[in-house]
């Protein structure tokens, strides 16, 4: 019975050591192999390896993917006119020698991140002091990205290189600082307004001279139509006249008796109408006195 546990215990104690000897490599990873503290190899492809045991030696692991740095600092920085800005900016690095990271930057991804954080924000500060904020806003805010992305590269390449490497340095935002912001606000609104009130006035005035012009064109369109109305009119009363006339001056008392009858038919259009005269003295009854009936009769 000793010899079995002797046995089982002796193939654990082996299984232990080999564990503790053997150890992976993720593709997303470097291997940093430790000999008393002191890099002994560095492994970079992806597969099972081989190490002595601890304490001899050890073994850590370092992302080897691109990563990405985002600005957490909302201190304003100023810009060539002095004016108080706050950006939002990113980097997108990674590490490319071991080596030369873990002895000039630290173990783990967070410390160069931190280190280089402070790097692209004195870049950033340095670069911002050089130009206006119209320069940000512009075309011209491509350059001061690349201008920044050359001094985080010199830094980090200097003599005592960051085993890093930047591929990108982006600004999401560039806003003012809030004390300043809603004065901004208000002075754009302000010359919104004001470019508004100028079209409506600008429309106003178009729009009362449309319709002046339009207004002087009836009055002419009828005033034209009113002349050729009476031209047409008195052409017409012209030719009746003159028919009337042709026709009366074959009988001249057919054409007074004919009159007459008119002149009554007016007179009595309506039951209500009065009229107080003289049937013997007055003109007007003249054909009831007879005096036009015998030539009527004879027609």
Do not use: C
């Amino acid at each position: 019975m000793n010899r079995v546990g002797f046995f089982a215990s002796s193939v654990f104690a082996l299984l232990a050591l080999a564990s503790s000897m053997l150890f992976v490599v993720d593709q997303r990873q470097f291997g940093v192999v430790y000999a008393l503290g002191q890099i002994k190899e560095v492994i970079t492809e992806p597969g099972l390896n081989f190490k002595l045991p601890p304490p001899f030696q050890n073994v850590s692991y370092i992302d080897k993917r691109l990563l990405t740095l985002d600005s957490t600092d909302t201190e304003p920085m100023l810009t060539a006119e002095k004016q108080r800005v706050v950006i939002d900016w990113y980097v997108r690095w990674r590490i490319s020698e071991p080596s030369e990271y873990i002895r000039n930057v630290g173990l783990d991804e967070n410390a160069g991140a931190t280190q280089l954080n402070r790097v692209v924000r004195n870049a950033f500060q340095e670069e911002i002091n050089k130009r206006t904020v119209k320069e940000l806003l512009s075309s011209k805010r491509e350059q001061l990205m690349a201008d920044v992305k050359r001094e985080v590269l010199e830094s980090v390449r200097g003599s005592k290189p960051w085993g890093v490497d930047v591929v990108d340095v982006r600004i999401t935002r560039v806003d003012y600082v809030e004390s300043i912001t809603e004065s901004v606000y208000r002075r754009m609104e302000a010359e919104r307004k004001r470019v508004a009130n100028e079209l409506r006035s600008t429309g106003a005035a178009e729009g009362e001279k449309i319709r002046a012009d339009a207004d002087r064109q009836r009055e002419i369109t009828i005033a034209n139509a009113y002349r050729d109305a009476q031209k047409v009119k008195g052409e017409g009363d012209a030719e009746a006249a003159r028919i009337y006339a042709e026709a009366f001056g074959r009988d001249p008392q057919f054409a007074q008796f004919y009159r007459s009858l008119d002149a009554y038919k007016a007179s009595f259009s309506k039951k209500s109408d009065v009229l107080l005269l003289d049937p013997n003295s007055s003109e007007f009854f003249k054909v009831f006195r007879g005096g036009a009936a015998g030539a009527a009769s004879r027609h």
